[in-house]
């Protein structure tokens, strides 16, 4: 089939009511000035490979100044779809994720899809099924590996899941949509070594979930190549009172004092810095810190938080794209999602006297 050749079908299936004043695929297809079957062909995410890029985007932008808005329900009946798809996440009051929905939720509209978000009640722990019925009302999941025993519920009920930020070995996942976590911990690691620190404490969550797993073996293994390094852990929830707690009791602990603190989020630096400052120790003049994210936190506090920007908008664009793609029968896009290390005012080079 070829833009616009196709002759036009004589009904428009449902798409329109005979007399109605809102506009029908045949006014979207006049706009365009393409067949009434290139329209359907567009707006039911069929075009590919039949239809050009360029003609899709026309029609959409036709069906946009239009106001147009195809029957759904006949559609969906039509395909056996919802076009429904299921977030899972750990809680929306987290920023990270918040953004991840925001990504998703757009790409999700752009093709008629709605987003329901399931986050789990205490933010990490399992969560009751949404729905009498998953796979009645849902087309797929989309979910984050720190909320995987939320699935619980839904495992067993056949739905394609794409799962964020997770170990892409575990089997029972149709894609997975990854960041660059060691690439990004190698990147603080070689800034802060670089700076002439030696003696490392890691500030880590106590959440058990394959990227803060990553990241500490990640950081392990950076500053385990480097010369004359030493590296402490100690977990903690993500709250920055608790991450203050436990980062004072390991900097007045037994052994030399670090000079560095990676943490694995921006949350968890927050509290790092404050611990600092009870302590009377300057940040960054006696102790370097870093972050994990790049919230709108890491400029808030004071000094500002050298951290790892990680493209959470992306990675839910990308998660719904994948099951997307699923569900049409294509290959997801591969690869992990590049991060980039933000250099600000927390970090500094090692105190004299402690350099290796």
Known sequence: MTDGATARPRQDHGEGSPGAARPTSRDVARAAGVSQATVSLVLGEKWRGRVSERTAETVREAARALGYRPNLAARNLRLGRTRTALLVIPALTNEFFARVYTGAARVADRHGFGV???????GTGPAKDPFPSARAALDGVIA????????TALHGSGLP???????PAEPGAAAHVNLDITDG???VAGHLLGLGHRDFLHLASEV???????????????LGAAPGTSLRTVRAAFDVTAAREAAEAALTGP???????VCDGDILAAGACKAARRLGLRVPGDLSVSGFDDLALATAVEPELTTVRLPAEEVGE??????LDVLDHRAPARGDLPVELVLRGSTG????????
């Open 116 to 122: 329901v978000v399931y986050p789990s009640p205490d």
């Open 349 to 356: 080079p090692a105190p004299a006297g402690t350099t290796g």
């Open 255 to 261: 052994g030399p004092r670090p000079t560095a603190v």
């Open 144 to 151: 984050s590996s720190m909320a995987t025993s939320a699935l």
């Open 161 to 167: 899941l794409v799962m964020l930020d997770s170990d």
């Open 208 to 222: 058990d979930s394959w990227t803060f797993r990553l990241r500490h073996r990640a950081l392990g293994e950076a």
């Open 185 to 187: 911990i190698r990147q």
């Open 318 to 323: 990308r998660g719904m794209r994948a099951l």
